[in-house]
């Protein structure tokens, strides 16, 4: 059995494919030949829809490009004299700032949920990930529920066993959608001014977001990605070195593609004494340390713990701020700001927090400058798996996650109650946890695409009150799923009570803790006004 399913297209489609994709039956491909507006629209899009890159791109791109010059298209020309520039440059004199010139846009398809948080691990670059929320799980790819199927499972004992307990998870998935969505349809009425379409997109869009934990870890995404040479070098090294093996060969596939159009970016990946040892000291130093803390805290039995806690801050955090923002309007030492702003009054002390945040209610995206990347928050977090995935995106700060297990349990919306299918969600998490422990013993990494995104999961997130501001104000808004919007609401209130940063806390005047009922009805309200705007 294959691990990736390949799409067919016609000879037509496929003609005009071969201009614009450097493959056309791999999960991996560049883009290439395309206006960068068109890349850019094409990742935005992809993100919502259920259907592949190419094939998205041909349904709804095409019709509206002039494609008629690009019969003669040839991608290599001109490389071979661009290859000897950088050749010089990049290899002979080693200028890594070189490779932060050219950069990709890369389709990563049929990906686990386990592989696409290792594929967004860079800072440096920019994603896009197929939602959850706005595309049931359910539809197959070629014949079969999409999963990943590892080759090594697969063929050993339990090979059968993953399979058919993955198909029963799907199984379920696809039932409880329905049912959760004529419950939701039954149950909140739709608003005459809204038409049919958004309340049907709101309801179900309701639905999905609550029965989304059913989904395994193993569930397939397809994901975009924008990055330089230089990022990808990097996180090519980093999977290469990786415990999982699909993102090892991940790893092959995409270095496979991205040599089509960056070759020289990437041609220390496979230098022995350069991607070689930098690939041999990501996993010496992984394996050591996972050997060394397993030798001094494998007795350790975990202690009760709320769900988000803050474990690191500074007291003086607000003053570090303060003395910050008057740093460019004056020439006074820092340390010598600091202690005039402590000796600040009250009334001083709002006035100059005031002007620098100035007014934001016309639009959250106004935000203040780099003083507020002065004090620093860090949040212990465990939450189910779903909400990590999208708080895991935000990559201006620090985070690590520990490895996904059943073990923490898990967390049953309410709506799953109200429409009466507790039981079967129930049933899909035993049959997650039973497999776990089945596969765990021969297969310990791959064993995490056993578990239910609804089991918990523990990370640390580390930011500073710039980034704060805008994770938080993102995560708390209606259109938000319940699970994250927990754990940024809860941030935002240990920062003004238990750090006591109340000034930077009031700053973030988005912060939103009504119910909204239907979290995406105003997403879906405002998509319809701007669908109906004429042009």
Not at 444 to 455: C, F, G, L, T
Request: aromatic fraction near 10%; hydrophobic fraction near 40%.
């Amino acid at each position: 059995m294959t691990v990736y399913v390949p799409e067919e297209y016609t000879a037509d489609e496929a003609e005009i494919l071969r201009r614009y994709f450097t493959n056309l039956d791999g999960p991996v491909f560049a883009l290439v030949n395309l206006p960068e507006v068109v890349k850019g629209a094409l990742f935005a899009r992809y993100s919502r829809s259920p259907k592949s890159l190419r094939r998205l791109f041909l349904d709804e791109f095409v019709g509206d490009l002039d494609i008629s010059g690009d019969q003669t298209v040839d991608a290599t020309v001109g490389l071979n004299r661009a290859e000897e520039l950088y050749e010089k440059v990049f290899l002979e004199y080693g200028d890594d700032s070189v490779a932060q010139l050219g950069g990709v846009h890369l389709a990563c398809e049929q990906a686990s949920n386990v592989l696409t948080k290792i594929l967004e691990w860079g800072r440096l670059m920019s994603y896009l990930e197929q939602s959850t929320r706005y595309i049931a799980y359910d539809a197959r790819l070629g014949g079969r529920y999409r999963f990943h199927r590892d080759p090594s499972v697969l063929s050993s004992k339990i090979g059968a066993r993953y399979v058919g307990d993955m198909d029963r998870m799907f199984d379920s998935y696809s039932t409880l959608v329905n049912r959760v969505t004529d419950h939701v349809r039954a149950t909140v009425p739709r608003d005459p001014l809204d038409s049919d379409f958004v309340y049907r997109q709101a309801t179900r869009a309701k639905a999905l977001d609550a029965v989304r934990g059913m989904l395994p870890a193993a569930s397939l995404s397809n994901l975009g990605i924008y990055g330089s040479g230089q990022a990808f070098e990097g996180l090519l090294l980093r999977m290469r070195a990786h415990p999982l093996p699909e993102a090892r060969h991940y790893a092959d596939l995409m270095l496979q593609e991205m040599r089509k159009v960056i070759p020289s970016f990437l041609k220390r990946v496979d230098v022995p004494n350069r991607g070689g040892r930098w690939t041999e000291y990501f996993e010496q130093t992984r394996v050591d340390t996972a050997a060394t803390v397993h030798a001094l805290f494998a007795d350790s039995v975990v202690e009760p713990a709320a769900p988000v806690t803050l474990v690191d801050f500074d007291p003086e955090g607000e003053d570090k701020v303060l003395a910050a923002i008057c740093y460019p309007h004056t020439n006074l030492p820092e340390h010598q700001l600091l202690d005039r702003v402590r000796r600040l009054s009250a009334d001083d002390r709002v006035a100059l927090m005031t002007a620098y945040v100035g007014d934001r209610s016309a639009n959250r995206r106004h935000k203040p400058g780099r003083a507020f990347e002065r004090t620093d928050y860090r949040f212990d977090v465990l939450s189910d798996y779903g909400a990590f995935r999208d708080l895991q995106r935000h990559r201006l700060l620090t985070i690590e996650w520990q490895p996904l297990t059943p073990y923490h349990g898990y967390t049953r919306p309410e709506l799953v109650d109200e429409a009466g299918v507790s039981d079967a969600f129930d049933e899909t998490m035993d049959r997650s946890a039973e497999l776990y422990d089945l596969m765990v013993p021969e297969f310990p990494v791959p064993a995490q695409y056993a578990v239910s995104m609804a089991y918990r999961v523990r990370y640390v997130m580390q930011f500073n009150a710039r980034e704060a501001m805008h994770l938080l104000e993102l995560r708390s808004s209606p259109q938000g799923h319940p699970a994250y919007r927990r754990v940024a609401l809860t941030m935002h209130q240990l920062i003004a009570e238990q750090a006591g940063h109340r000034a930077i806390a009031a700053a973030m005047s988005h912060i939103t803790d009504a119910d909204p009922g239907l979290e995406r009805l105003e997403a879906e309200r405002r998509a319809e006004a701007r669908r109906n705007q004429t042009p």
